[in-house]
């Protein structure tokens, strides 16, 4: 199948469900699954289990269970021999360059900030390729 076409699934992870709501408002109608999770456990979980087929991951930095920070090095450590280049997108509140630097350094590979605006998130989304 050409997945150029297909529709495309995004891991969701965020402890608020106004944020998640927000986000499912903005991907609404485009060719998207979302999969909400409100913890990183289950964030984890899902991202691991190979049989899911997720082609990015939005995932709050400040979580009630796990930093963010501590979900995406556990993904990419159970990723590293399956899916290395799986896109792993930050988003938070937390603007200060450092943070931002540390948040890559950790295995990000964007960092979106809060209050999320659509056309950001879009644009990292094609970023990837995950738009048609």
């Not at 603007?95 to 948040?103: C, G, L, V």
Request: aromatic share 4%; hydrophobic share 45%.
């Amino acid at each position: 199948m050409d997945k150029s076409n297909a529709c495309r699934t995004i891991l969701l992870c965020d402890d608020n469900l106004l944020n998640r709501k927000l986000i499912c408002a903005f991907l609404n109608g485009l060719p998207f699954r979302i999969i909400e999770v409100d913890n990183g456990t289950e964030c984890i979980r899902i991202a691991l289990d190979s049989g899911r087929g997720i082609d990015l991951v939005l995932l709050d930095i400040s979580l009630k269970d796990l930093s963010g920070i501590d979900v995406c090095r556990a993904i990419r450590g159970g990723l590293a021999s399956r899916c290395p280049e799986l896109p792993i997108i930050a988003y938070t509140a937390h603007a200060m360059q450092e943070d931002h630097n540390s948040y890559l350094e950790n295995g990000f590979t964007a960092v979106l900030l809060k209050p999320l605006l659509r056309d950001d998130l879009l644009r990292v989304l094609a970023s990837y390729g995950l738009m048609v």
